[in-house]
């Protein structure tokens, strides 16, 4: 779906058409419930609170304005549904075997850079990094999203890559051997 | 897993994000759009305009009822101060009073006839004429 395509069917939903605002909602709902179940939601959950989120989405669209992606304005009130219904918890220091994550994403996340992301980093410092990398938010709409100010999501991301890359470095330690032998 | 480089880090975290696909169910729109309508239902103005219509119907005549019943209730009791009531009373205590004032009477007089007698007996007694002591 074109921006163009996507900016029609808004303004048409926000004029009261539920056929348009469908078609919006079958172009997300997979997305939502996937940044859901990333969140830490179990599958059933994160379909209840995607579709909380959108009803709450249609019911409020009038309030929309098209300054902001209409992505980045419906994965907020997602974030909001997802907090009502699992806060964010920080990780204990030990590494802990159970991921919470659903059955069906953490056999997805097996030999997934993610997966190490998910055990080694902060549930916020988790969620700033897949809303920017596997969602493709920038670092603006990332802090609106999460209700934070751009430098916190600029500094998050910086540490959460440094964290990843030290303990990539420490499992592969031929890997930057060679590379310091090149440099 | 393959191995992650720490140059290609972000890389690969966008290439393995796609990896991670997830299905709503089939019935996902329909719900959401269930959803929505039955909302729409809830903020239909038309029925809320009926609800109070409803409310209003019901709630002006309750008051009134109330209102009614709160005010009758001090004239029902006050029935038993009608004119006629209040008479007979009147006239019940005029006929207590006028018995308490013929015992009162009868009693009186009883009372002076005994003082009478003992007068007389005491004239008698000192020697005068008793009835002469009574007048």
Not at chain 1, 72 to 88: D, E, F, N, S, V
Request: charged residues 20%; contains cysteine.
């Amino acid at each position: 779906m074109t921006r163009e395509q996507e900016r029609d069917l808004i303004n048409r939903a926000q004029a009261g058409s539920v056929a348009a605002y469908e078609q919006i909602v079958a172009h997300y709902q997979d997305r939502l419930l996937r940044f859901l179940m990333m969140r830490g939601l179990q599958q059933a959950d994160a379909e209840d609170a995607a579709q909380s989120a959108l009803v709450s989405a249609w019911e409020n669209l009038s309030g929309y304005r098209s300054k902001w992606q209409f992505s980045t304005w419906l994965y907020t009130i997602a974030r909001r549904c997802a907090i009502q219904r699992k806060p964010l918890q920080t990780n204990n220091d030990e590494l802990d075997a159970d991921t919470g994550l659903d059955t069906c994403l953490e056999q997805q996340l097996r030999d997934n850079v993610w997966s190490v992301a998910h055990r080694q980093l902060e549930p916020s410092a988790f969620q700033a990094l897949w809303l920017h990398y596997g969602e493709g938010f920038s670092g603006a709409e990332v802090a609106r999203i999460m209700d934070r100010t751009t430098v916190w999501v600029r500094v998050t991301l910086h540490r959460a890559r440094s964290r990843l890359r030290a303990v990539f470095a420490n499992d592969n330690p031929v890997v930057e051997q060679h590379e310091h032998s090149i440099s | 897993m393959n191995t992650v480089f720490p140059d290609n880090l972000e890389q690969r975290l966008q290439q393995d994000a796609e990896r991670i696909q997830v299905t709503a169910d089939q019935h996902f729109t329909q719900r959401v759009s269930n959803r929505i309508n039955a909302a729409q239902q809830q903020h239909n103005p038309g029925s809320s305009r009926n609800r109070r219509y409803w409310a209003w119907g019901l709630a002006v005549p309750a008051a009134l009822a109330v209102v009614l019943l709160v005010t009758l209730n001090p004239l029902q009791q006050s029935s038993d101060f009608s004119p006629a009531s209040a008479q007979l009373l009147v006239s019940n205590l005029d006929m207590n009073l006028d018995k308490a004032l013929v015992e009162r009477e009868n009693d009186f007089e009883s009372e002076l006839t005994k003082v009478q007698n003992d007068l007389h007996k005491l004239g008698s007694m000192m020697g005068f004429n008793g009835a002469l002591l009574v007048k």
